[in-house]
């Protein structure tokens, strides 16, 4: 993808994120009610969908209720120790997931090989627009600066102090993409070693995500950054990711969405 048609695609992209008005309303699920939740609860309702049920330690609602079974898709953002038993139970009910917990690799591929006939399952490390687009510049320079073996890319990625894992699942992303484009990295650590993408993690304030990367030389360096200013954006992505997935099956990524959305 030429960097000129990542531009075009976002702009088309962001204009039918902003302005298209989902063709039915949906009953949705909320899993987890933290800052997360009730920001994709406002996103949800200014798009026209219900809100059946929230699931949360606060609230008396249980996955293994009608309300919950009435969904068409549940949005699961919790924490990595209990995503995997929330997304399975959610999909034993025959409710579709879009999970945006990180750091629940293991569970991930249990549930992905157990996901029941009649149900999908997505997950994403980021459904922010703006961070999809930057994964494809991300994989459209990694593939250059793989012709110029001077160039060693490092990353830092900030978040507020109550995420609890790193690097985050965005960070493994983009570290994952830049691997696969480069033979030169075999992947990522988070202490200096040979051939593997050094991730910085910084945990400061109440910021929701910058992601930096940086490709450095004795002579320069070509940096690129994403830098989210609200949850917002991540919230509308998986709003967006549930009215996609209504009414498919099996697993599915966000990548395939944003293709068939932009082509």
Not at 17 to 32: D, H, R, Y
Not at 42 to 49: D, F, K, L, N
Not at 108 to 135: C, E, H, K, Q
Not at 209 to 227: A, C, N, Q
Request: with cysteine.
């Amino acid at each position: 993808m030429k960097l000129t048609s990542a531009c075009q695609n976002f702009r088309i992209f962001w204009e039918l994120a902003e302005f298209s008005v989902p063709l039915l309303p949906m009953k949705l699920a909320l899993i987890g009610y933290g800052k997360m939740g009730r920001m994709i609860e406002e996103v949800a309702r200014s798009r026209g969908h219900e809100i059946v049920a929230i699931i949360d330690r606060d609230t008396d609602t249980r996955i293994d209720s009608d309300a919950f079974r009435s969904a068409d898709v549940a949005i699961e953002f919790t924490i990595p120790s209990t995503a995997e038993g929330n997304v399975a139970a959610a999909l034993a009910q025959g409710v579709s997931v879009v999970s945006g917990t990180t750091a629940w690799a293991d569970g991930l591929d249990r549930v992905r090989r157990a996901i029941p006939a009649g149900t999908a399952l997505m997950w994403s490390g980021n459904y922010s627009l703006g961070v999809n687009v930057f994964f494809a510049v991300n994989r459209y320079l990694a593939r250059i600066m793989a012709q110029f073996p001077q160039y060693t890319p490092d990353m830092t990625e900030t978040h507020h102090i109550h995420k609890l894992d790193h690097p985050s699942g965005t960070a493994i992303m983009l570290a994952d993409q830049i691997a696969e484009a480069s033979p030169r990295i075999s992947g990522w650590s988070e202490d200096p070693a040979e051939g593997k993408l050094l991730i910085n993690h910084i945990r400061h304030g109440e910021v929701p995500g910058i992601h930096r990367i940086t490709w450095e030389s004795t002579v320069d360096s070509i940096s690129i950054e994403h830098s989210a200013k609200s949850r917002a954006g991540f919230a509308l992505g998986a709003v967006m990711a549930a009215e996609w997935l209504a009414g498919r099956e099996g697993y599915h990524s966000i990548d395939e969405m944003m293709n068939e959305l932009i082509k």
